[in-house]
């Protein structure tokens, strides 16, 4: 328990950290916009499409809760699919307000564990499903690169190295992900010498370091034991994630249509969303405040025309980020205060009924008490109750 408090203050403070950045973030991005003219764009707007994205929204939670599901089921684990997605929205709410989207993972694995996932099974299940987001964002930023180089290096002219930074950094990611997963003596030599040079500072903090890494490594190969057994069932999980990226990355389109512009392609416009999606991986903000806004208006700028990009930046961070961070919020805090309810409700049931229980018992006891109480007169006394009931019948008393 003192260990979730803990955590959950870390939350509060990642919460603080994500309200502060957002602030600078309307201080950068936002100071500057009309905020009247975004609201007549939105207005003059196809809302078909509009709702379009939102549906994206909707399909992109869903197919994460279908892939968790699918792992949980791999496990052992019967989990409802409502009940993965209410994970689902706790991962994406969560990764939004932490650095790096550290909070998200740790709080589903606790969440499953209140409804009896073991927190080894929830582990690897995330870790699965990690591991298939990981392949897939990274394949899907390299071929929009590969695709639409020229047309990137033109629109981020000195700050392409943003975009090289976001490549390395996620390929190594996955690297390493699959080198744990697959590869005991590499990932094992690499624990080893990372421990061997934080010991140069703290022993202490390397024996904690190496002692966890293992920990986590073993539970990296156990997922990868589940891929090798399981092939093509890890094939579906990554068409299922694909999917669930391209829902993700395609609300910029959505916006694009919904405008009444034309000419650029989906496909295009997917490329580049997974471009600037790479690039805003490398850097640790939390839920890649200021720095995706600050790059959209670098990646669609030949898009969008002029006095429709800052509005268009808006509708599809909106739509693609903070309606998911406002829709898993809002659905977090009914599933609590619902929980709160129930918890209340039963509270109060068990005391009734601990009541009702604690007078009927009463009741049974001080009339039981009576006759025993008569029957133990009638054994002490045995003769004095005999000449009580002659007296009785003697004058026509009833006994």
């Known amino acids: 328990m003192r260990r979730f408090l803990n955590f959950l203050k870390k939350i509060l403070m990642n919460g603080g950290l994500f309200l502060l950045v957002g602030v600078l973030t309307y201080r ?3 100071a500057g916009s009309d905020f009247r003219l975004v609201l007549r764009h939105a ?13 994206m929204v909707c399909v992109m939670l869903c197919a994460e809760a279908v892939t968790v599901r699918r792992n949980l089921r791999l496990l052992g684990e019967t989990q409802s699919f409502h009940q993965c997605l209410i994970y689902t929205f706790a991962g994406n709410f969560f990764s939004a307000i932490t650095p790096a989207a550290t909070g998200g993972q740790p709080m589903e694995v606790y969440l499953m564990h209140k409804k009896g996932v073991s927190a080894v099974h929830g582990t690897l299940a995330l870790i699965m499903d990690l591991a298939c987001y990981q392949i897939s964002t990274t394949l899907l930023g390299i071929i929009g690169y590969v695709s639409f180089g020229p047309l990137i290096h033109s629109l981020l002219g000195r700050f392409i190295w943003l975009l090289w930074l976001g490549l ?4 190594g990611l996955l690297i390493l992900l699959l080198f744990a997963m697959f590869s005991r003596q590499f990932i094992f030599r690499l624990t080893a010498l990372a421990a061997g040079l934080l010991a140069f500072f703290s022993k202490s903090r390397a024996d904690a370091f190496r002692q966890s890494t293992e920990a986590a490594i073993a539970q990296y190969r156990t997922g990868a034991a589940m891929f090798l057994q399981n092939k093509r069932y890890f094939l579906v999980n990554c068409l299922i994630t694909i ?9 910029p389109f959505w916006v694009y249509r919904a405008l009444g512009l034309s000419g650029a392609s989906l496909v295009q416009i997917i490329a580049l969303q997974s471009a600037l999606y790479i690039s805003c991986a490398a850097l640790p903000f939390p839920g890649g405040i200021g720095i995706a806004e600050r790059s959209f208006l670098q990646y669609f700028k030949t898009i969008f025309p002029g006095t429709l990009l800052q509005s268009s930046m808006i509708l599809s961070r909106g739509i693609g980020s903070y309606m998911t961070i406002i829709l898993s919020g809002g659905v977090l805090a009914v599933v609590f205060v619902l929980s709160m309810f129930r918890k209340k409700h039963r509270f109060h049931n068990k005391e009734g009924e601990a009541h009702e229980t604690s007078i009927q018992s009463n009741g049974h006891g001080s009339h039981g008490s009576s006759w025993s109480g008569r029957s133990c007169l009638s054994d002490q006394f045995p003769d004095a109750a005999e000449r009580v009931h002659r007296k009785r019948s003697l004058y026509g008393g009833s006994g």
């Open 243 to 251: 999917l669930r990226i391209l829902a993700m990355h395609s609300a």
């Open 168 to 171: 390395v950094l996620n390929t």
């Open 28 to 30: 950068m991005v936002f």
């Open 43 to 55: 207005a003059q707007s196809h809302v078909v499409f509009l709702l379009c994205g939102g549906a």
